[in-house]
């Protein structure tokens, strides 16, 4: 995929924000938690790719979200590309939210099992 298409929000958001440049540098591990996140979807996705744990991923994330002064990860996108860190190209966008982890499937069998197992 080389240059997936915006929603127009986004678009708008990127043009719009006049956030101020962090005083403190994002690390390199903190851009390339971020470049993985926005280009695969997930933390998870993002933490195999990297080779790393989710929380690993996540205090990355976290950093750069305090750096940035920001709460959520779609503002900290959208600030990371106005400032440099990203291009537009990195990033995902996905029409539908992304498939559960096998463990989230087996977790919500065994629910059905055990409802379906006291009904009868």
């Known amino acids: 995929m080389d240059s997936p298409l915006l929603p ?5 958001m990127v043009a719009m924000s006049n956030g101020l ?4 540098r994002p690390t390199c591990l903190e851009l390339a938690a971020l470049r993985a996140v926005v280009k695969l979807g997930t933390t998870g996705m993002a933490a195999e790719e990297l ?3 989710y929380h690993t ?3 990355h ?11 959520h990860l779609h503002q900290l996108a959208v600030l990371a590309i106005r400032w440099g860190w990203l291009e537009v190209g990195e990033l995902v966008v996905l029409t539908q939210p992304p498939t559960p982890s096998s463990r989230g499937r087996a977790a919500r069998a065994a629910k059905r099992t055990r409802t379906n197992g006291n009904s009868t």
């Open 57 to 59: 991923v996540e205090w």
């Open 8 to 12: 127009h929000a986004v678009v708008r």
């Open 61 to 71: 994330l976290h950093h750069l979200k305090r750096k940035a002064r920001v709460r």
């Open 51 to 53: 080779h790393v744990s």
């Open 21 to 24: 440049p962090p005083t403190e």
